[in-house]
């Protein structure tokens, strides 16, 4: 019979969580039309545009825009099977940022501002406003 040392059954361990880890971020990645998209990432809509999150970024907030959402998680057994209502918020112009590329709301994080997915990568203008964390 064969025994497990400790330094096996680290390295066992560590590949029981790296499988796991998989498993879960290509659940929560899958957005069924082959596309890959976290579903409870923070996002917020305004304007007809859908904002992600980046987080530590150092910017002075401009003019009040207008409402925007929340969308709500549709991977959450509280959702309503999808039909739950989005949460309300305030958004704002960000100094030196047109809105259309990234915009600051209530009920977020002093250094998280929200930017229109480009798909490559940040605009300049948002990129000069993220800090070192």
């Known amino acids: 019979m064969r025994t497990v040392t400790s330094a096996g059954r680290s390295t066992l361990v560590r590949v029981l969580v790296a499988a796991v880890t998989v498993v879960v971020s290509a659940g929560c990645a899958s957005s069924g039309d082959g596309e890959s998209e976290a579903s409870c990432e923070f996002r917020v809509e305004y304007d007809k545009r859908v904002y992600s999150d980046v987080p530590n970024a150092a910017f002075e907030i401009g003019r009040k825009l207008g409402p925007a959402v929340f969308p709500p998680c ?3 057994s509280d959702d309503g099977g999808g039909q739950a209502s ?3 918020t305030i958004a704002y112009a960000i100094e030196g940022v047109d809105p ?3 915009i600051a709301v209530d009920d977020a994080p002093d250094d998280v501002l929200f930017v229109v997915g480009s798909g490559d990568g940040l605009p300049p203008e948002v990129k000069k406003l993220i800090t070192a964390s």
């Open 86 to 88: 989005p949460d309300s």
């Open 74 to 76: 549709d991977d959450s």
């Open 100 to 102: 259309g590329i990234a």
